[in-house]
């Protein structure tokens, strides 16, 4: 019975290995989305902007949803106005005539769909794979949402 078990996890991880853009971030990727900049976090920064996190980049939190057929990341943290449009920049962002009304991100005390609502986003998308950036200058805060459908 045991072998049977241990038979259904490996070609449970190999169909999802199968599975595209999962396949990547097998097992899952590791997040600590309730404490701010643990080594985690600066990994997920990272991995969605393929730079390390510059020194103005503060009060990192990350969060990932990897379960089921979709994927969803959310990030936030503080930064410099120079740091966020290097990011704009490298995914190729553009910035929405209108705000978006965020239904898909999950909340935390960092992340408040309330916070988003006046703030027009910046937004790609490549086949797929949704990227969003909001960006309150007064604040210096940064939400970063990606997610596949």
Known sequence: MRAIRLLYLLLTFMLLGSCGRVRQFLPFTPY?????????????????????????????????????IDAKYQLGFKADRSTVDKIIAKLGLEQMDQSFDDQIATEFPWWQKSDLAGLKPYHVQIAKV?????????????????FDL
């Open 32 to 68: 600590t989305h309730d404490r701010p900049d643990t080594i985690e976090n600066k990994k997920g920064f990272e991995r969605h902007f393929g730079v390390s996190p510059s020194p103005d980049v503060t009060e990192l939190y990350f969060y990932a949803d990897e379960l089921g």
């Open 130 to 146: 949704h990227k969003y950036l909001w960006y309150d200058e007064k604040k210096r805060q940064v939400w970063y949402l990606d």
